[in-house]
């Protein structure tokens, strides 16, 4: 049971950010299409699916067998309203500097499935992410949000600075 923990403990790590202290989550990229806004923060993570309505950011969320769960959340009520400000006005910055992570929630799941275990994983103590632990043909490896459109899934979290994954 130990090594299953530490296995999955270190797939996470292995595809989220280097941890650096002091830096802030900055919006560094708006892109506006069908299926609403991708955002860039930081010049290296993006979440796409994004929208605004009645002074609030909507963020894509996965539904199933009737319930709807949420995949991101803005847990500062000010980081959320900076954000929609710098949204609803289309203001990006010109920081890129590292973000940092923590993992806030680690469950793993001793149902015999490919899924391994769920975790939560919090950006800059700002936006909280869901993700899933997976064992596939080639090992372990990190399921971030996206959701299927027809045969086709969409990223709705994706990785722009490709240093900062592990390979």
Do not use: H
């Not at 319930?67 to 009520?77: A, E, L, P």
Request: glycine letters at 6%; a positive charge.
């Amino acid at each position: 049971m130990q090594i299953i923990r530490k296995a999955v403990f270190t797939a996470i790590i292995g595809f989220v950010f280097s941890f650096t202290a002091g830096a802030e989550l900055s919006v560094t990229d708006i892109e506006n299409n069908k299926n609403g806004m991708s955002v860039t923060f930081n010049a290296s993570l993006k979440i796409s699916g994004i929208s605004l309505s009645d002074g609030k950011i909507i963020f894509p969320v996965y539904a199933n067998k009737g319930k709807v769960y949420r995949q991101f959340s803005v847990i500062k009520r000010d980081a959320a309203l900076s954000l929609y400000n710098s949204l609803k006005s289309n203001i990006v910055s010109k920081n890129s500097s590292a973000i940092s992570f923590k993992i806030n929630k680690f469950k793993i799941n001793n149902k015999e499935s490919s899924i391994k275990a769920f975790a939560s994983v919090i950006f800059e103590d700002v936006l909280e992410t869901e993700c899933r632990v997976m064992d596939g043909r080639y090992g372990l490896w990190v399921a971030w949000p996206s959701s299927k459109n027809g045969k086709n899934i969409q990223k709705q979290l994706e990785f722009i600075d490709k240093t900062l994954k592990i390979n």
